[in-house]
């Protein structure tokens, strides 16, 4: 439901110690992600456009 309604969607995997990015909705769900390791940043697109410090993860 959330890839056809959410513009963009942000999953924290702390047992993976990773987070993932998800966008570009369609009826099918997310056309594009990204996942990056805790210390790194998370980019997260348009209507947002910012990045996400995950070192204090």
Same mark, same amino acid.
């Given at each position: 439901?959330?890839?056809?309604?959410?513009?963009?969607?942000?999953?924290?995997?702390?047992?993976? /110690?990773?987070?993932?990015?998800?966008?570009? $909705?369609? #009826?099918? =769900?997310?056309?594009?992600? &990204? @996942?990056? /390791?805790?210390?790194?940043?998370?980019?997260? $697109?348009? #209507?947002? =456009?910012?990045?996400?410090? &995950? @070192?204090?993860?």
């Amino acid at each position: 439901m959330y890839g056809r309604l959410v513009p963009v969607y942000v999953v924290v995997d702390m047992q993976d /110690s990773e987070i993932t990015c998800f966008w570009e $909705p369609s #009826p099918h =769900g997310y056309r594009s992600r &990204t @996942t990056v /390791s805790f210390g790194k940043a998370l980019h997260v $697109p348009e #209507p947002f =456009g910012f990045a996400i410090d &995950t @070192t204090g993860f």
